[in-house]
């Protein structure tokens, strides 16, 4: 059985940050891309990053990320306890959202691509 548990999430302030994590089992884990989308109400499942099987960093992984975010959230990786990490900075309203990560057998901004998805971490970004 494969599950993927989100956490992290909750209500944060205007310019404030929050870091999400997701503990992956029943799959392994280093042979998967992982994905983090979010869902706002009344609108699709939006890209927000992703990151390879082989990737560790911005720096010196392969990652991708939204325009609306880049350069304030973060992906990363540690293979050794199957968890991805999304970092969020200067967070803004429209960050609002429920936020799912994802796993898949390779790198893509189309939620259709993952096979497998955790339950979803609320985000709240406060004016």
């Known amino acids: 059985q494969v599950q993927l548990v989100e956490s992290g999430g909750g209500l944060v302030q205007t310019g404030g940050s929050l870091r999400l994590s997701c503990a992956a089992s029943?799959?392994?884990?280093?042979?998967?891309?992982m994905g983090w989308f979010r869902q706002a109400p009344g609108k699709e499942r939006e890209f927000v990053a992703a990151?390879?099987?082989?990737?560790?960093?911005?720096?010196?992984?392969?990652?991708h990320y939204a325009d609306s975010v880049k350069g304030r959230f973060t992906i990363s990786r540690d293979n050794a306890k199957n968890t991805v990490h999304l970092q969020m900075n200067s967070l803004k309203p429209e960050d609002t959202a429920v936020y799912y990560c994802?796993?898949?057998?390779?790198?893509?901004?189309?939620?259709?691509?993952?096979?497998?998805w955790g339950q979803g971490t609320q985000v709240t970004v406060s004016s």
């Open positions: 994802a796993a898949g057998r390779s790198v893509s901004v189309s939620a259709n691509t993952y096979d497998y």
């Open positions: 029943g799959l392994t884990f280093s042979y998967y891309s």
């Open positions: 990151i390879s099987r082989s990737g560790g960093s911005t720096r010196y992984g392969s990652t």
